[in-house]
């Protein structure tokens, strides 16, 4: 979908407080599947013209082809090939995959280096330290890095960028009452005057008729009943022998000058930089929350 289109259906979403709460005839949606690790819930209420089965098959699709670009646990990933190849010469990529390592650059940026793609090099030990997203160059279609950083990982910013684009799905398709939730860690949602209201605009006192974007995140995976141990997942790019142990929830209310998928990804990338640096600036239209809010129980939908 053009981003022309999305804006406008985004913009016809912020300007409609003076409209009817919630138009018939509506019908509850919920899509439930497995992808990038994690189980993904969408839910929220349909139109009721809605092609339901076509608009699941397009959800999992999403998230599928996304793994396909970004996973740096699949030697079939896009991600891997470039990274055999080396990145110290340009390589050609394609335009999803540039779009988000772009978007990285701009958290790179906007964290003050605290969010680093490059810290994977460590998390996979082919580097004692990153290289940094500095070093990183662009022109038209290509990029490289000055010094091959080795691995890279979007670990912290594809599954938001993945959790926008089900939202760009919904909201093209008539939604107005919808929440995305990938795994828990990221989320998107709109609550409509008249509708059921998601938990988590109840619990963090958010605005209704307004999208926003709900990440989550923690350093260390905590100990699980079946015996895995406690272990970092994410680490200081300055100092990767750091050891951390946080968790912090960061709200943002979309602008309507960005399209979903790249607010949903800085999102995640800023709540990433959170827990690594409780200092790190947030973005004007976010605020941190320290403790995440645990996952609520599914609501109930209501016509």
Partial sequence: ????????????????????????????????????????????????SLDAPALREALSRRVLEDELLFSDWSEESELRRLERGGLAEWRPASPRFLKLLDLSAEAWRESRGV??????A????????????????????????????????????????SVGALGELLVARGFRHFRVNGGGGNLLLRAET???????????????????????????RPETSKGAKASQHIYDPRDPRRALNEAATLL??????RDLESEAALSDAASKALVVEPEAPVPPHCRGVKAPLEAPAKPVLQR
Avoid: N
Avoid at 132 to 141: V, Y
């Fill in 1 to 48: 979908m053009k981003r022309s289109a999305i804006g406008f259906a985004l913009a016809g979403l912020a300007g409609c407080v003076s409209r009817a709460p919630v138009p018939a005839p509506l019908r509850p949606f919920e899509h439930v599947f497995f992808g990038m690790g994690t189980v993904w819930r969408v839910e929220g209420l349909a139109p009721a």
């Fill in 115 to 120: 969010f680093d793609p490059t810290i994977g």
């Fill in 122 to 161: 460590v998390q996979w030990k082919a580097l004692a330290r990153p290289v940094g997203l500095g070093a990183m160059e662009r022109r038209e279609g290509e990029f490289r890095f000055r010094e091959d950083p080795r691995r890279l990982t979007f670990g912290g910013i594809a599954k938001g960028f």
């Fill in 194 to 220: 008249g509708a059921e209201p998601w938990p988590e605009l109840l619990a963090y006192g958010l605005e209704a008729e307004a999208l926003w974007h709900v990440s989550r995140s923690r350093t260390a």
């Fill in 252 to 257: 943002c209310r979309q602008r309507l000058e």
